[in-house]
């Protein structure tokens, strides 16, 4: 599809649809309209022309005149049959539904190969910053040593608002819902499962595997109280719900915990809806990047991004699974965790390889030791909603040197 | 040349070549390796064998085994010759080198659609930040609204150790060029004529616009002394040597000049060698770049990207060029700047369409004013030494709507 005008075909006219209906009607840079909308309820009061609308996706899915699928609805399993349906019917499709994404990722690439059309979802990574892009097409080589970021706007305008202006977790989860930050059922934000979606996708783009969601370590916001937050700061510390993802040679890790990140790091200063992402890759030290990850502005800017790509034949080609045919994902991965506890009782000390400190006092106990992130999975414990859990640092796993890095190093100091 | 194994041949040795060399040795993912090596010098210790070497750039030129040029050597005008034959010859080119690539920049395009081969140039912006390809493929539509940004890591590099450790511009200056953050000749970064190259770079991926470096106001910090410095502290900012660019309908600015930045600006805590691209497009607000901008292994890192992608036919689109005809580049753009004095003779007050604050003592004097760009361009007292400009902020053309962004406005408002 060279350089025409294509036809969309639009499931779901919320705000992001209905931004994309005035910008296509108004720039000359996107050779694309939308043809026809698919919504759910027909009777809706709408700012356009009900010509446009339809109930029956058929409308849009059998349509030959249409090009371009973008799929913009909240209902994950509808957005599940309209994506796979599209792709079978040889449409291009966009979406930014992650969830989708994330679980059935490694159906979606086959699709694409079976049928020979592309599937872009920028918008279901970080909304705004346009991290997969970045990740297929000029981190594609295999340099990249790891990912870490905030990829959750919900949560890290909670941790925000509770830090800066000591609200409570219950009144900022509120204000990120009336804001619109928040996902339609909260537990996937404060429970860390969107961050975790997120980073499925990553682990794709990034290093070439296709990994499970359940597969992947979350452990969400929902646990922290104020004594965490004021054990921070009296650490010169800021607690940010942070993606980790590493490589080291052909054995990658992935998880999802709060951490304790230094006032100077780049990932300290984000603040409320913003995504940060660090990438760090031998040759470039670190790239960081920041945008506004939730809300649908952000969100729509992707999408669009995407639908031009199309109009120019893009799609995603997936060269680190091609690359990197050795690479395994792997739970075991030495961590160093702060642990927050009611009595000694709480825990299971012996599920940690050692305890570095220990603090107790008639309010507030805490340690700080080194788990497996393999046994972290396990006890009950984690669960207690006495205990919250904070990453210090993922450590570097003993006899476990990195041989990329280290060709590397010698190579940068010739 | 999909997906087969490339060959290069480059020109210069110096730590650039020597690390591609040692990596294209020891990673899997770029299917590409050295066939051929120019260099001046054929009597120097090199760490290789000695038959990758000539001194004839024709092995490399006129080489049909040879499939893409490397360019890095320190020589402009060489530059020059080897990569316009190099395209002439069907050859892939890659080179870091901003000032052959801005003042090329037509005939270096020309080329390219004529001989139907890709010049790629992310080292030459920015080092590793990679802002050229993010605005060829991320935001090629008309969306678009400024770009800003420290585009200098030498410059901002001084601007920082004269800061943070109070050290005088001229040891600064020294410790940046032991560093090697300064091009050989400092003029070129202390003048800012390093980043207009990337300004001019980035105003045709950014908005399709060409542009000679002499059309562009830039501004160095060789003025600059230690009485501004403390009157940024003074009104809480720091100066930052910045590129501006923004588009207003059809008319496109860009200017280099060192500016009072926010404390909480996102550029104000870019620090030392990095650079730091801020883009505002309709949609996602903003955007923001962080990575390393000078030395060698950031430029390295950008060369190899370019080489990865490669093979894998990328070649730039010049997609704006082609969107936004109408687009033009204009000089007429009002400024709120800062002007430090010794003398009120020092100055022409005519010069300026207000003065909105004056302060005068015995040590030190200082206007902020409003002023056109194109009238900064023409007196000669911005050159006396004892005067410093620093801007204040861009401001918006009276009688300038962007009927782009109120059409955003209201797509959004829905």
Same mark, same amino acid.
């Given at each position: 599809m060279s350089n025409k005008h294509l036809n969309l075909g639009i499931f779901g006219f919320g705000c992001v649809g209905q931004g994309l209906h005035k910008v296509l009607q108004n720039t !000359? #840079?996107?050779?694309a309209s939308i043809q026809k909308i698919c919504i759910k309820h027909p009777h809706k009061d709408r700012p356009? $022309?009900? $010509?446009?609308?339809?109930?029956?996706?058929e409308d849009i899915l059998l349509n030959k005149d249409i090009d371009i699928v973008v799929e913009l609805t909240d209902d994950a399993e509808a957005a599940y049959q309209i994506v796979t349906t599209a792709l079978r019917q040889g449409k291009a499709v966009v979406t930014a539904n992650k969830k989708l994404v994330a679980e059935h990722l490694e159906e979606l690439y086959e699709l694409q190969q079976t049928y020979n059309t592309p599937l872009l979802y920028e918008g279901a990574c970080c909304a705004s910053i346009p991290i997969i892009r970045n990740l297929e097409e000029y981190y594609d080589n295999d340099l990249l040593s790891s990912v870490e970021g905030i990829f959750n706007g919900s949560t890290n305008y909670i941790l925000s608002q509770m830090r800066q202006e000591g609200k409570s977790f219950v009144q900022a989860l509120s204000e990120a819902q009336e804001k619109g930050f928040a996902e339609t059922d909260p537990t996937l934000d404060i429970g860390a499962y969107d961050p975790k979606y997120k980073l499925c996708i990553t682990l794709l783009h990034a290093f070439g595997i296709f990994t499970k969601p359940e597969e992947i370590f979350n452990y969400g916001?929902?646990?922290?109280n104020e004594q965490d937050i004021s054990y921070a700061q009296q650490q010169g510390k800021t607690i940010k719900l942070l993606v980790h993802t590493k490589k080291e040679a052909a054995k990658i890790t992935g998880l999802v915990l709060p951490t304790f990140v230094d006032a100077q790091h780049p990932l300290a200063n984000v603040e409320n809806e913003f995504n940060g992402i660090l990438v760090e890759s031998a040759f470039t030290d670190h790239q960081f990047f920041l945008g !506004? #990850?939730?809300?649908s502005t952000p969100t729509g800017s992707a999408v669009l991004s995407d639908i031009s790509a199309l109009t120019y034949n893009y799609s995603y080609e997936y060269k680190k699974l091609h690359q990197n045919t050795e690479a395994y994902y792997s739970q075991d991965q030495l961590l160093e965790v702060y642990v927050r506890y009611q009595t000694p009782l709480d825990i299971d000390l012996n599920d940690f390889q050692c305890i570095l400190q220990r603090f107790e006092s008639a309010e507030y106990n805490y340690l700080v030791g080194e788990i497996n992130l393999k046994q972290l999975y396990k006890p009950a414990w984690r669960k207690n909603p006495n205990i919250s859990i904070v990453l210090n640092k993922v450590l570097v796993n003993a006899n476990q040197t990195t041989i990329q890095t280290q060709v590397l190093e010698e190579a940068l100091a010739v």
């Open positions: !000359k #840079g996107i050779r356009i $022309s009900q $010509s446009y609308f339809t109930t029956n996706p916001i929902t646990q922290l !506004k #990850g939730a809300g």
